[in-house]
Protein backbone atom coordinates (compact mmCIF):
# COMPACT_ATOMS: atom_id res chain seq x y z
CA UNK A 1 0.00 0.00 0.00
CA UNK A 2 1.43 3.44 -0.92
CA UNK A 3 1.92 6.05 1.26
CA UNK A 4 -0.36 8.90 0.77
CA UNK A 5 0.86 12.65 0.85
CA UNK A 6 -0.58 13.14 4.13
CA UNK A 7 1.69 10.22 5.28
CA UNK A 8 4.79 12.00 3.40
CA UNK A 9 4.20 15.61 4.54
CA UNK A 10 5.42 16.55 7.42
CA UNK A 11 2.47 18.67 8.95
CA UNK A 12 -0.90 16.84 10.29
CA UNK A 13 -2.63 19.56 8.80
CA UNK A 14 -2.48 23.20 6.77
CA UNK A 15 -2.70 22.00 3.59
CA UNK A 16 -4.28 22.74 0.35
CA UNK A 17 -4.42 21.43 -3.47
CA UNK A 18 -4.79 25.17 -4.79
CA UNK A 19 -4.53 25.78 -8.76
CA UNK A 20 -5.54 28.42 -11.70
CA UNK A 21 -7.57 28.30 -14.40
CA UNK A 22 -7.89 29.09 -18.18
CA UNK A 23 -9.04 29.21 -21.63
CA UNK A 24 -6.32 28.45 -24.38
CA UNK A 25 -6.75 28.99 -28.23
CA UNK A 26 -4.33 26.72 -29.93
CA UNK A 27 -2.16 26.56 -27.05
CA UNK A 28 -2.42 30.47 -26.59
CA UNK A 29 -3.79 31.68 -23.07
CA UNK A 30 -5.77 34.41 -23.71
CA UNK A 31 -8.78 34.46 -20.67
CA UNK A 32 -8.18 33.51 -17.25
CA UNK A 33 -7.54 35.81 -13.56
CA UNK A 34 -5.64 38.52 -15.14
CA UNK A 35 -8.11 39.59 -17.72
CA UNK A 36 -11.39 38.91 -15.44
CA UNK A 37 -9.63 41.96 -13.12
CA UNK A 38 -9.00 43.26 -15.72
CA UNK A 39 -13.04 43.16 -17.36
CA UNK A 40 -14.22 44.19 -13.90
CA UNK A 41 -11.64 46.79 -13.43
CA UNK A 42 -12.88 48.46 -16.17
CA UNK A 43 -16.70 47.89 -15.49
CA UNK A 44 -15.83 49.79 -11.86
CA UNK A 45 -13.92 52.84 -13.22
CA UNK A 46 -15.39 53.19 -16.97
CA UNK A 47 -11.38 53.80 -17.85
CA UNK A 48 -8.72 51.27 -19.29
CA UNK A 49 -5.87 53.83 -18.31
CA UNK A 50 -7.53 53.53 -14.39
CA UNK A 51 -7.69 50.01 -14.64
CA UNK A 52 -4.61 49.16 -15.64
CA UNK A 53 -3.10 51.64 -12.81
CA UNK A 54 -5.62 49.95 -10.34
CA UNK A 55 -3.41 46.33 -11.62
CA UNK A 56 0.02 47.92 -11.40
CA UNK A 57 0.01 47.31 -15.03
CA UNK A 58 1.06 49.43 -18.02
CA UNK A 59 -1.86 51.07 -20.13
CA UNK A 60 0.34 49.21 -23.41
CA UNK A 61 -0.14 46.03 -21.68
CA UNK A 62 -4.27 46.54 -21.05
CA UNK A 63 -4.60 47.19 -24.03
CA UNK A 64 -2.92 44.20 -25.42
CA UNK A 65 -5.61 42.38 -23.25
CA UNK A 66 -7.97 44.00 -24.41
CA UNK A 67 -7.56 43.42 -28.46
CA UNK A 68 -6.60 40.14 -27.98
CA UNK A 69 -10.45 39.41 -25.97
CA UNK A 70 -11.94 41.54 -29.07
CA UNK A 71 -10.19 39.45 -31.53
CA UNK A 72 -11.03 36.02 -30.39
CA UNK A 73 -14.79 37.37 -29.63
CA UNK A 74 -17.97 37.70 -32.37
CA UNK A 75 -18.59 40.93 -31.52
CA UNK A 76 -16.28 42.96 -28.88
CA UNK A 77 -16.41 42.67 -25.16
CA UNK A 78 -14.78 46.09 -24.47
CA UNK A 79 -15.84 49.41 -26.10
CA UNK A 80 -14.48 52.38 -25.95
CA UNK A 81 -16.47 55.94 -26.67
CA UNK A 82 -14.55 58.80 -27.64
CA UNK A 83 -16.47 62.23 -26.73
CA UNK A 84 -20.24 62.78 -26.90
CA UNK A 85 -22.76 63.78 -23.82
CA UNK A 86 -21.30 61.42 -21.67
CA UNK A 87 -17.81 62.84 -22.31
CA UNK A 88 -16.24 59.48 -23.18
CA UNK A 89 -15.51 56.62 -21.28
CA UNK A 90 -15.54 52.29 -22.14
CA UNK A 91 -18.20 50.23 -21.16
CA UNK A 92 -18.15 45.98 -21.51
CA UNK A 93 -20.78 44.66 -23.44
CA UNK A 94 -23.45 41.95 -22.37
CA UNK A 95 -21.08 39.19 -23.90
CA UNK A 96 -18.66 40.57 -21.78
CA UNK A 97 -20.32 39.99 -18.63
CA UNK A 98 -21.28 36.41 -20.00
CA UNK A 99 -17.69 35.31 -20.66
CA UNK A 100 -16.93 36.64 -16.57
CA UNK A 101 -20.32 34.72 -15.30
CA UNK A 102 -18.96 31.94 -17.28
CA UNK A 103 -15.80 31.97 -15.41
CA UNK A 104 -16.87 32.39 -12.48
CA UNK A 105 -18.86 29.42 -12.29
CA UNK A 106 -16.08 27.17 -13.69
CA UNK A 107 -13.97 28.51 -11.22
CA UNK A 108 -16.59 27.14 -8.33
CA UNK A 109 -16.61 23.91 -10.41
CA UNK A 110 -12.83 23.56 -9.90
CA UNK A 111 -13.15 25.26 -6.52
CA UNK A 112 -14.93 21.87 -5.56
CA UNK A 113 -12.37 19.71 -7.17
CA UNK A 114 -9.45 21.14 -5.13
CA UNK A 115 -11.56 21.06 -2.30
CA UNK A 116 -12.33 17.20 -3.13
CA UNK A 117 -8.65 16.59 -3.81
CA UNK A 118 -7.43 18.56 -0.50
CA UNK A 119 -9.88 16.18 1.64
CA UNK A 120 -8.55 12.96 -0.31
CA UNK A 121 -4.68 13.83 0.30
CA UNK A 122 -5.69 13.96 3.81
CA UNK A 123 -3.87 16.49 5.22
CA UNK A 124 -5.70 19.75 4.26
CA UNK B 1 -31.06 31.65 -22.15
CA UNK B 2 -27.67 33.07 -20.97
CA UNK B 3 -24.95 32.59 -24.43
CA UNK B 4 -22.50 30.06 -23.81
CA UNK B 5 -18.32 30.99 -24.27
CA UNK B 6 -18.83 28.71 -27.44
CA UNK B 7 -21.60 31.15 -28.75
CA UNK B 8 -19.46 34.23 -27.59
CA UNK B 9 -15.87 32.69 -28.87
CA UNK B 10 -15.29 33.67 -33.14
CA UNK B 11 -14.01 30.41 -33.95
CA UNK B 12 -15.89 27.34 -33.86
CA UNK B 13 -12.75 25.11 -32.30
CA UNK B 14 -9.47 25.06 -30.95
CA UNK B 15 -10.52 26.29 -27.64
CA UNK B 16 -9.27 24.43 -24.64
CA UNK B 17 -9.74 25.11 -20.73
CA UNK B 18 -6.15 24.69 -19.38
CA UNK B 19 -4.85 25.04 -16.03
CA UNK B 20 -2.23 24.06 -13.69
CA UNK B 21 -2.51 21.98 -9.83
CA UNK B 22 0.23 23.02 -6.73
CA UNK B 23 0.18 21.87 -3.44
CA UNK B 24 0.09 24.70 -0.86
CA UNK B 25 1.33 24.79 3.03
CA UNK B 26 -0.45 27.67 4.86
CA UNK B 27 -1.30 29.91 1.79
CA UNK B 28 2.40 28.74 0.37
CA UNK B 29 2.80 27.05 -2.92
CA UNK B 30 5.42 24.40 -2.20
CA UNK B 31 4.77 21.69 -5.04
CA UNK B 32 3.81 21.62 -8.30
CA UNK B 33 5.10 21.05 -11.71
CA UNK B 34 8.27 23.07 -10.96
CA UNK B 35 8.98 20.88 -8.14
CA UNK B 36 8.18 17.49 -10.29
CA UNK B 37 10.52 18.36 -12.56
CA UNK B 38 13.36 19.49 -10.62
CA UNK B 39 12.96 16.01 -8.98
CA UNK B 40 12.89 13.99 -12.05
CA UNK B 41 15.75 15.77 -13.41
CA UNK B 42 17.39 14.70 -10.27
CA UNK B 43 16.85 11.57 -11.16
CA UNK B 44 17.94 11.35 -14.05
CA UNK B 45 21.31 12.79 -13.82
CA UNK B 46 21.82 12.16 -9.74
CA UNK B 47 23.02 15.82 -9.79
CA UNK B 48 21.35 18.97 -8.21
CA UNK B 49 23.92 20.86 -10.26
CA UNK B 50 22.92 19.49 -13.59
CA UNK B 51 19.55 19.07 -13.35
CA UNK B 52 19.43 22.92 -12.45
CA UNK B 53 21.03 23.44 -15.48
CA UNK B 54 18.82 21.35 -17.64
CA UNK B 55 16.07 23.77 -15.97
CA UNK B 56 17.91 26.90 -16.56
CA UNK B 57 17.56 27.72 -12.80
CA UNK B 58 20.61 28.99 -11.01
CA UNK B 59 22.20 26.12 -8.50
CA UNK B 60 20.96 28.24 -5.09
CA UNK B 61 17.24 28.49 -7.09
CA UNK B 62 17.37 24.61 -7.12
CA UNK B 63 18.65 24.12 -3.39
CA UNK B 64 16.22 26.19 -2.16
CA UNK B 65 13.84 24.44 -3.31
CA UNK B 66 14.84 20.78 -2.31
CA UNK B 67 15.42 22.50 1.05
CA UNK B 68 11.63 23.56 1.39
CA UNK B 69 10.89 20.09 0.08
CA UNK B 70 12.82 18.11 2.95
CA UNK B 71 11.62 20.97 5.70
CA UNK B 72 7.99 19.73 4.47
CA UNK B 73 8.35 15.78 4.59
CA UNK B 74 8.51 13.86 7.71
CA UNK B 75 11.65 12.53 6.04
CA UNK B 76 14.19 13.77 3.71
CA UNK B 77 13.62 13.54 -0.39
CA UNK B 78 16.60 13.87 -1.77
CA UNK B 79 19.43 13.01 -0.17
CA UNK B 80 23.14 14.00 -0.61
CA UNK B 81 25.67 11.66 -0.41
CA UNK B 82 29.19 12.83 -0.87
CA UNK B 83 32.21 10.68 -1.20
CA UNK B 84 31.66 6.66 -0.56
CA UNK B 85 32.62 3.98 -2.70
CA UNK B 86 30.38 5.58 -5.48
CA UNK B 87 31.79 8.63 -5.44
CA UNK B 88 28.74 10.85 -4.01
CA UNK B 89 25.96 12.06 -5.93
CA UNK B 90 22.05 12.58 -5.44
CA UNK B 91 19.40 10.06 -4.95
CA UNK B 92 15.53 10.33 -4.23
CA UNK B 93 13.88 8.73 -1.35
CA UNK B 94 11.07 6.23 -1.91
CA UNK B 95 8.79 8.83 -0.37
CA UNK B 96 9.96 11.85 -3.59
CA UNK B 97 8.66 8.88 -5.45
CA UNK B 98 5.76 8.35 -4.12
CA UNK B 99 4.87 12.04 -4.04
CA UNK B 100 5.56 12.46 -7.65
CA UNK B 101 3.76 9.39 -8.32
CA UNK B 102 0.57 11.20 -6.19
CA UNK B 103 0.97 14.35 -8.67
CA UNK B 104 0.99 12.37 -11.33
CA UNK B 105 -2.28 11.08 -10.58
CA UNK B 106 -3.22 14.32 -9.33
CA UNK B 107 -3.11 16.22 -12.58
CA UNK B 108 -4.64 13.14 -14.74
CA UNK B 109 -8.06 13.77 -12.48
CA UNK B 110 -7.19 16.99 -13.53
CA UNK B 111 -7.02 16.47 -17.21
CA UNK B 112 -10.38 14.45 -16.58
CA UNK B 113 -12.11 17.83 -14.60
CA UNK B 114 -10.24 19.77 -18.02
CA UNK B 115 -11.73 17.90 -20.78
CA UNK B 116 -15.02 17.89 -19.23
CA UNK B 117 -14.88 21.64 -19.03
CA UNK B 118 -13.62 22.03 -22.76
CA UNK B 119 -16.40 19.77 -24.02
CA UNK B 120 -19.15 21.82 -21.80
CA UNK B 121 -17.59 24.95 -23.72
CA UNK B 122 -18.44 23.79 -26.65
CA UNK B 123 -15.99 24.86 -29.16
CA UNK B 124 -13.30 22.94 -27.89
Redesign the interface.
Known amino acids: M ?4 G ?5 KS ?14 L ?1 FFGPGPVELLLLIRETGSIRQAAKKMEMSYQKAWAIIKTLN ?5 PLVIVQSGGKKGGGTELTA ?1 AL ?2 I ?2 YTQ ?1 RK ?2 ES ?1 LQN ?1 TKR ?1 GAG
Chains 1, 2 share one sequence.
Do not use: T
Open positions: PKSPQILKNGYKINGSLWIEFKGRGQSSQDELSYLRFFEM
